[in-house]
């Protein structure tokens, strides 16, 4: 009898399941069920991240996990940035053991090479009365984007105000991540789930001490670095190593690039 699998993919802070690339059609093709959520606070206007809180992410992500899981044999977890703590936060509040877990960009560390000034007191911030509610964190070049085709369309879509991604979070939301960061360093030796973690070598918000970190950690854990991306690698030169790595994990046969992917490598070796 054929397994019925499933799969639940989410997203980044102030992004959609845009953010996860052509990913939810790879898994499609292989016949996977791909579900994308939606996390609270996202695909309106940033103003609703101000008091969007952690508790609220996971609890959606806990929420939508147990209404699929059940209806499935197996059933992965695959989350891009701040969605990968979300997804280790998840995979320990359900023990999960059903199926594998994709963590992408993991950022348990924010040390790349572009974060702000204001990066590393940015906790400071945090004591002052109402100012990281009203205090915005503007997305900026390279918008965590190496291959510049793809970079365009985002500043394109950015500067028209499309919500397929905010053009800036609170400082609030940030504090919310922090707390999420601080949460999975304390559960992810907890996770007991076969887990990979793809992450760029350049990766402009979150280094590769990251994916170092969740490896030592997570009992049964790989890393595949990918060597021509920036942070949002499922939509950057190394995309289509990134659907092949999630497939491959997976258990399932690759696929060729779509033509998209195929525009991206030819942009990327063009620059």
């Known amino acids: 009898m054929k397994t019925k699998t499933g799969a639940l993919l989410i997203h980044g802070l102030g992004g959609t399941e845009y953010d996860l690339g052509g990913l939810r059609k790879t898994l499609g093709k292989a016949g996977i069920d791909a579900h994308a959520i939606l ?3 996202h695909g309106e ?7 969007i809180r952690a508790e609220d ?7 939508r996990y147990e209404e699929l899981a059940a209806q499935y044999d197996e059933f992965h977890i695959i989350g891009m940035c701040m969605g990968a703590l979300v997804s280790i936060a998840l995979c320990d509040a359900v023990a999960h053991t059903k199926g594998r877990l994709v963590l992408l960009s993991p950022p348990v560390h ?5 974060v702000p000034w204001y990066g590393a007191i940015r906790h400071l911030f945090y004591r002052i009365p109402g100012l990281a509610r009203r205090m915005k964190v503007r997305e900026a070049e390279p918008f965590g984007i190496k291959n510049p085709l793809m970079r365009g369309i985002v500043r ?3 500067e028209r105000g499309h919500n397929l991604h905010y053009r800036w979070v609170p400082l609030a939301s940030v504090r919310q991540v922090d707390r999420l960061r601080r949460r999975v360093k304390r559960c992810a030796g907890r996770i007991t789930c076969p887990t990979v973690i793809a992450h760029a070598r350049a990766d402009e918000l979150t280094s590769l001490r990251s994916a170092t ?9 790989r890393t595949v670095v990918l060597e021509n991306s920036y942070h949002m690698i ?7 190593l990134v659907e092949q790595t999630v497939l491959k994990f997976l258990g399932l046969p690759a696929q060729a690039p779509s033509r998209f992917s195929r525009r991206l490598q030819e942009r990327a070796r063009a620059a």
Do not use: Q, Y
Not at 110 to 114: A, P, S
């Open 110 to 114: 924010i040390d790349g090479w572009k």
């Open 213 to 221: 970190f969740l490896e030592s950690r997570i009992a049964d854990a």
């Open 45 to 51: 206007t940033p103003e609703r991240l101000a008091t």
């Open 156 to 158: 394109s879509r950015m």
């Open 57 to 63: 992410w996971v609890g959606a992500a806990l929420a």
């Open 39 to 41: 996390l609270p606070g």
């Open 234 to 240: 499922c939509i950057d030169n190394d995309s289509h």
